[in-house]
């Protein structure tokens, strides 16, 4: 059975990026206008929770409470507090600055992992640290004194753009490539050994392309109640078109669902039976469906 996408937010200027639910409302991130905003679905309604945020891209709640998100423009990881300060989260790689965050996943440990691919948009100020020679997935942690600390995590990536844990935290899925020529699209899954360490990956799924070009691959994903991977992905230009997929945890594709906006970006369950799928797009538009599944809370 289709699921049926309602818009329930748009238009705004530019792309709708990361999403999270807090219990009562989706919160969202519009990266060009440097807002965070609030769909409070009862009512219907639309409001700006916080501004300036400086191009922030994905959102996640850490096991307290916390609200963390991925600030390309400041090429950083931010706390948001309730009330309204902002902190950094963040870290030096053997000395020197990391890329441009794109999208996180937080564990029970209160650990950061997060994808850190290379970006044609530069940060803020001016460009005194060059970028990373490696695009990968990095972990942030807190060391015995309270400070965090940085630690890469794959050595095989040449663009993340999503990444996710399992339930049980032993599995590290790993959105890679974007759709260019020459570059895989792949949905892959890395053991997460003892140590924090991963192990070699195993590719779940694979994005092709046709005569049209390149497949545009995953760019978000969440967890459904039984552990399966719904993920969001593809445009217009080539493949299927936008998706929403449902993937098993080995991989078999269970469903997939179109999504009327063009190049979804990121997607959450919300509701108090976390029944409905809330999915951002490209195009700066929130679409909502009622759905044949339960989520994660926190994805």
């Known amino acids: 059975m289709s699921w049926t996408f309602e818009r329930v937010a748009s238009p705004f200027q530019g792309p709708a990026n990361g999403i999270v639910w807090d219990g009562k409302a989706i919160i969202f991130s519009?990266?060009?206008e440097m807002r965070l905003m609030r769909f409070d679905p009862e009512s219907g309604t639309t409001s700006e929770l916080r501004k300036y945020t400086n191009r922030v891209n994905g959102l996640a709640f850490g096991p307290n409470g916390e609200l963390y998100g991925c600030q390309e423009g400041g090429r950083r990881l931010v706390e948001f507090s309730p009330d309204g300060r902002l902190f950094?989260?963040?870290?030096?790689?053997?000395?020197?600055?990391?890329?441009?965050?794109s999208d996180l996943t937080v564990d029970s440990q209160g650990r950061i992992w997060f994808a850190d691919p290379h970006s044609q948009t530069l940060a803020f100020g001016p460009q005194i640290f060059p970028p990373l020679d490696h695009a990968s997935v990095l972990r942030l942690e807190r060391n015995e004194r309270r400070a965090w600390t940085l630690t890469r995590i794959t050595?095989?990536?040449?663009a993340p753009r999503s990444v996710l844990l399992s339930p049980d935290e032993k599995t590290l899925y790993v959105a890679e490539g974007e759709p260019r020529e020459g570059q895989r699209r792949e949905l892959r899954a890395y053991p997460i050994r003892e140590d924090g360490t991963v192990g070699?990956?195993?590719?779940?799924?694979?994005?092709g392309s046709d005569h049209r070009g390149p497949h545009r691959g995953i760019e978000g994903m969440c967890l459904d109640a039984d552990g399966n991977i719904v993920a969001c992905g593809g445009w217009r230009r080539s493949g299927p078109g936008p998706l929403v997929y449902v993937f098993s945890p080995e991989g078999a594709v269970l469903e997939t669902h179109p999504v009327p906006g063009d190049m979804p970006n990121r997607c959450c369950f919300g509701h108090?039976?976390?029944?409905?799928?809330?999915?951002?797009?490209?195009?700066?538009?929130?679409?909502?469906?009622?759905?044949?599944?339960?989520?994660r809370a926190r994805g």
């Open 155 to 158: 050595y095989d990536t040449v």
């Open 30 to 32: 519009l990266m060009e």
């Open 200 to 207: 070699s990956y195993t590719v779940l799924h694979t994005f």
């Open 272 to 295: 108090a039976e976390l029944d409905t799928l809330y999915v951002t797009t490209a195009g700066g538009e929130l679409y909502r469906a009622k759905t044949t599944r339960r989520g």
């Open 88 to 101: 950094a989260v963040d870290a030096l790689l053997d000395g020197k600055y990391h890329n441009y965050p």
